[in-house]
């Protein structure tokens, strides 16, 4: 589809967001009426087309179907710009969790659904590399992983970079040089399980040594005995220049989490990486011993119907950004209270 059929089957509503490449915006299928994402990235003239980033979301988001992955829906090529038609939902978990404090079972339920979207992604050979709660899209405690321009397939055997995932998520293996696996994104979903639960990462720092200094601090220092080989990494030397630190990660969780989760958050954050749980592997703790996703879901939408909501006619005017073309709709918004 070229850029001037996006317009006669679209309308661009508001922006919902800015990213390095690009800008999200929402927008409303005319036929349809189905409210829709719209991701709009920018090509330079280096680039001669699309850039790679954009190549590789596009063949990642067109080669997989999973509920706990945001679903393309529609693809729009022009002059510079690629348009990704994507479904929609109203945030990411970043904002849900500045507004909103979540319980320990609300967060089994969010983490449930993100190591499912993972668990996939990773038998396909494909590493989301770039696991935090702004790549999570959020409804009533639906999630969708979003945001694939970082994620790479494995199975294409090509060079590795170091330059993956925000440094509050990095996982130990990829500041100190060694090659990387699926387990880079158990370990961001890791720190994203402590921070749900406690409305703060443990790892944030200013720089990237400020948040390895914190990975010591609560993991300890990787050595010979916890780690094979680690010592001849070629970050190794630079990175760690104090005596090693023990372990105090189980003093941070056990202040909230009950002991089977310590338990599997504590196996999401080893610092070796071949002794790390995988995401299907997380899956089968004893934690999520009995965790029906569809019941819980279910549960969730026969709780909404009960709600009473509000209704209002509202007229808002909406906009392509080069103003081109404008438009007055009206429609029904409908508030409700969260389910839990």
């Known amino acids: 589809m070229q850029t001037d059929e996006l317009k006669k089957k679209y309308i661009l509503q508001k922006i919902l967001g800015y990213g390095q490449y690009g800008t999200v915006y929402r927008g409303v299928n005319l036929r349809t009426k189905e409210t829709v994402a719209i991701k709009e990235l920018r090509h330079s003239n280096a680039d001669q087309g699309i850039n790679v980033q954009a190549l590789r979301e596009i063949e990642i988001l067109k080669s997989v179907k999973c509920e706990q992955i945001v679903a393309l829906k529609d693809l729009a090529c022009g002059q510079n710009k690629t348009y990704l038609i994507m479904e929609y939902m109203e945030e990411d978990l970043l904002t849900a969790l500045r ?146 630190k023990e372990r105090t990660l189980h003093t941070l969780l056990e202040k909230k989490m009950p002991p089977l989760l310590v ?53 808002e005017v909406f906009n392509y950004p080069n103003g081109n073309k404008i438009i007055v709709v009206s429609q029904i918004s409908q508030k409700s209270k969260n389910c839990f």
């Not at 992604?121 to 945001?147: A, F, M, S, T, W």
């Not at 010591?216 to 070629?234: A, D, I, M």
């Not at 703790?285 to 709600?307: D, T, V, W």
């Open 99 to 244: 507004r909103d404090t979540f319980s320990e079972q609300q967060v089994k339920l969010i983490m449930f659904q993100v190591l499912q979207g993972l668990a996939y992604l990773h038998k396909q050979g494909i590493v989301h590399r770039d696991i935090k709660p702004n790549n999570i899209l959020y409804r009533n405690l639906e999630i969708k992983i979003c945001d694939l321009g970082m994620a790479q397939n494995l199975n294409k055997q090509k060079p590795q970079t170091t330059r993956i995932q925000n440094h509050s998520y990095r996982a130990p293996e990829v500041f100190l040089g060694q090659k990387y696996c699926s387990k880079v994104d158990v370990w961001s979903a890791g720190v994203l399980f402590i921070q749900l639960l406690f409305k703060s990462n443990p790892f944030k720092g200013p720089s990237e040594v400020a948040s390895f200094n914190q990975i010591l601090k609560f993991c300890g220092t990787p050595v010979e005995e916890n780690w094979l080989g680690v010592t001849s990494l070629k970050n190794y030397s630079t990175l760690i220049t104090e005596d090693p």
């Open 263 to 315: 338990n599997l958050i504590d196996s999401m954050l080893i610092l070796d990486p071949s002794q790390r749980i995988t995401a299907q592997q997380a899956l089968l703790h004893p934690y999520f011993h009995g965790m029906n996703i569809e019941r819980c879901l279910n549960k969730i939408q026969a709780s909404r119907k009960k709600i009473k909501t509000e209704s209002q006619t509202q007229t």
